[in-house]
C-alpha cells in the first residue's frame, strides 16, 4: 500500500467486489467508509472499521459466504445497521449511465472500430 502524507490524505474501505467469472457474476465494490484518517504506521481508525465489518460478517454469514455474497443477501441498509458504520448520501450510486458504459462481466469486448482493423 502505498503510503502518502497522514495530514492530506484519507483512507476509504471498499467491500464487496468480485472479478471472477466462476461461481457467479462479477460484482463491483461499494463505499463502507470514506474520510478515515492516514495514520500510519498501525491506522488505528481504519483497524477498528474492519474489524467491525468482519465481526458483523462472521456473525451472520452462512457458511462458505463471502463478504459480498452476505451484503447482497442481507441488502445494504441492513449491512449499515449490523456493522454500525455511518449511512451517508455519498453512499447513494445513482448514475444512470453506469449499466450502459461499465461491462457487466469479466469477458473482454471489443467495440465497432477498435482492434486491428479485421
Known amino acids: ?54 465481526r458483523a460478517y462472521q456473525q451472520d454469514a452462512r457458511e462458505w459466504e463471502r463478504i459480498g455474497e452476505w451484503i447482497e443477501r442481507i441488502g445494504w441498509p441492513r449491512f449499515f445497521e449490523l456493522t454500525g458504520l455511518p449511512f451517508t448520501p455519498y453512499h447513494i450510486d445513482d448514475w444512470r449511465g453506469g449499466r450502459a458504459s461499465l461491462n457487466a462481466s469479466a469477458h473482454i469486448r471489443l467495440s465497432a472500430g477498435t482492434g486491428d482493423g479485421r
Do not use: C, Y
Not at 26 to 40: C, D, E, S, T
Open 1 to 54: 500500500m502505498q503510503i502518502n502524507d497522514p495530514e492530506h490524505t484519507k483512507i476509504a474501505v471498499w467491500v464487496g467486489g468480485k472479478h471472477s467469472n466462476a461461481r457467479s457474476r462479477p460484482m463491483f465494490h461499494k463505499l463502507a467508509v470514506a474520510g478515515l484518517p492516514n495514520n500510519p504506521p498501525r491506522w488505528p481508525e481504519v483497524s477498528a472499521v474492519v474489524r467491525k465489518i468482519l
